[in-house]
């Protein structure tokens, strides 16, 4: 059992930064692998990064490669998407999730936690 809150969402320009934070309940949070998903408007919601239990694995959609980082904190309970060079397109609500799983996982419904979401709006 774990709930998820993100935070750091809002309004960026292009070519701009922000970082997402999405900080973690309970004393397990080193057993989940953490995926960070976005969802716009009339949109399905989208993989975005992946990183393992210790941190040591990611991986990431191919939209968002070279230009956004995901890490974890597990002392602070914490999982963070950097996101760099940010695009109009990047506009969506984001939300964290977490997994029991060993492998990355781009598949949504195989996730078993998710937080409430944050806004990221990028404009042009």
């Known amino acids: 059992q774990v709930q998820l809150v993100e935070s750091g969402g809002g309004l960026v320009q292009a070519g701009g930064s922000l970082r997402l934070s999405c900080a973690a309940s309970?004393?397990?949070?080193?057993?989940?692998?953490m995926g960070w998903f976005r969802q716009a408007p009339g949109k399905e919601r989208e993989f975005v990064a992946f990183i393992n239990q210790s941190g040591g694995s990611t991986h990431y959609a191919e939209s968002v490669k070279g230009r956004f980082t995901i890490s974890r904190d597990n002392t602070k309970k914490a999982v963070y998407l950097q996101m760099n060079s940010m695009k109009p397109e990047d506009t969506a609500v984001y939300y964290c999730?977490?997994?029991?799983?060993?492998?990355?996982?781009?598949?949504?419904?195989?996730?078993?936690?998710w937080g409430q979401g944050t806004q990221v709006t990028v404009s042009s």
């Open positions: 999730a977490a997994r029991t799983g060993v492998w990355a996982v781009v598949d949504a419904a195989r996730y078993d936690y």
């Open positions: 309970g004393r397990t949070f080193s057993n989940y692998g």
